[in-house]
């Protein structure tokens, strides 16, 4: 795995050059990305040039965007049949920022339907008879196999802290609205949040420190233990076994290395808060997808079709009610937060499933996406079989550094707990 | 000038047919267009097939929409030379949702530049030496000549409620995120919103109620006399002579009419938002057309340049300031409405200014787009030349049909009074 943050000093250095960094892709992707599939279109040598005439913090650095996300140079599906070949008219707000930072944009990264359901054809590098996750799966599966050292993504139930977890990278989603929505194919815009993808939490709160223009990084700093809340929520018998030791071992040893652990339990507006989730997220697909359910119908996955008629059955009032419900457990948040840094709680029910039909489920997040607050997958816990298990990190709504300090530092527990 | 909902009954009653409503906006548009100038494109022929063929609350009605939402069948210019003959891909989500309520989509209507500062070539129907004031130029003055019985606009700071105070007719802005910004050429995605416009009030009130599938309709039942909160705000030595005339005489109408009005001093909080509108939105739009920026900069307008320069020098910290002040006022004017129902105030500083060097001011919009909440223009007020003088009515956040029902009310005293 290449990690941005390391790349970026060997490169102030003088300890590496960009040539080297893509050649080092170069060969990850000739070696693994037959098997892997990260990519639907890729542009290495445009990549090279822009990293090396690139000023800025991610000078030099490979960087990768989710194809759900608008690029003017490249060709833009968003994992749909329809879109073949479409190339837009512009780039997306995150990808002209990310070039004028310096970046390379490698290429473009699988996303599942419309960042829906339906998979892609990329497997996990971890494992590669097991799903990624998604619905960012080449964006993470990427970072794995290391064909580049960043990459964004976007979240609208767990698609970027879920294939983090399954991969065993780290990924940031930001708080809610700070990274400008702008060019990406909304799938319900309440909720779709861009995130970033890194090989540890300090790579990417590198990459979304830039990317924001804000404070964020965790690398200059040794973070302060942090007081954590355990949260297991109401879905805790949804984890798998080997999740729930691997979350209490965490929380202990994180007390341990001098972290203040609290149990908490959630007020039952959060479970009302998860059933509001998919409220909301199926009455806005059904008018943001109105154009190609009502035109290409016949080119939308038979999951997509039935999503989006059961969205347009859902009445305004009870999508509005959601909504109420959604800005009722904000508030019970906001005040939870007054007692703890950061919430532990997993990240997935458990690791990468199996085969790729499916790439798993995003319970563990939804409720989090909808509160718009900061969430990180921490990479490093793993399985007996050897698949990673990842721990999430949810910080206050607009504490995003916070969240990311929180995160790094259980980052480091984890490692020297080992 | 066509009403939507007398169309609408007249077509249930079968008192006119779809052919008589398209020759009519045939008629008036041959007649008016050419010193008018509304439309970027016209397909009047297609329009009135699909809105013969249109089954739902719009079936049969000609609709038109704004040059910044994306249309499959028409053009897509956004007001910029860079999108000339610009076709996108997908139907916005709100131009695929009046398609299924049966409209018709007549044309796209002129925006000023990316629906920012540079006009376009509208001109006022109410007096053609003047701006119809902007950025919905088109949407409103097409209303305003008859062109077409339904419109939709956007509103950044006071693009809907303005034009539509200059042309004399009703804009409607509802509740920031009912409407779904999906294939709008973003310009700032904190405050854009959708709005609608119409010749009236109910019928604004009956598009935006079809659009949002929301029981917003304020022609069954005759409003109660509301509750106004006379608000001048900090503005107030910003308001024309004529104006300030105008609301006084207004809340005075109210009042013999039967409504209380109350005088209300905006907390300090609220100047401060108005200042924090202009650091989130230049701010947002630095980010949100930076493709536009970096690549295609010598063909943004002089003042478009400045304005994106100006946003891209705002630190992250002060914007991050500017949306918390913005949480507080909205706090606060959460709070002030338990105590009134509607708030009257200045739609525009004035009537329509003379000359299309500028489409006028927002700044009587600006801090209630920022808050979120409903705000209605109420035609019927005129100046002494003859000019229209728009009057505002802002409602609670997500109490739409309380704000359409106070503005329906005035717009009933104040035909009245005359």
Redesign the interface.
Known sequence: MLSAIELARDLEAGRTTVDRIFDACAEAIAEKEGIIRAFTALDLDAARLAAAEGRGPLAGLPFAVKDNIDT?DLPTAYGSPI?AG?RP?????I???A??LGAGIVGKTVTTEFAFFKPGPTRNPVKPSHTPGGSSSGSAAGIAAGFFALAIGTQTGGSVVRPAAFCGIAGFKPSY?IL????LK?FS??LDTLGVFGKGVADAAFGAAAL???DWRVDRQMPAAPHFALVRTHLWHEASGEMRVALENTARLAEKAGAKVSEVTLPAVFSDAFAAHQVIQDF?AA??L???F??RVAELSPILRETLAAGRAI??ADY?AA?KTAAEAKLALKDLFQDFDAILTPSAPGTAPEGLGSTGSSIFNRVWTLMGVPAVNVPGVISAQGMPLGIQVVGAR?EDHKALMAAKWLEEAIAKAD
């Open positions: 003017a879109y479409h008219a512009a780039d997306a707000a990808v002209a920022q070039k004028r609205g400008p929505p702008v060019g909304i815009w309440s924001s223009g804000r806005e008018l943001a109105g154009h190609e009502d035109r009445e305004a509005d909504r607009d």
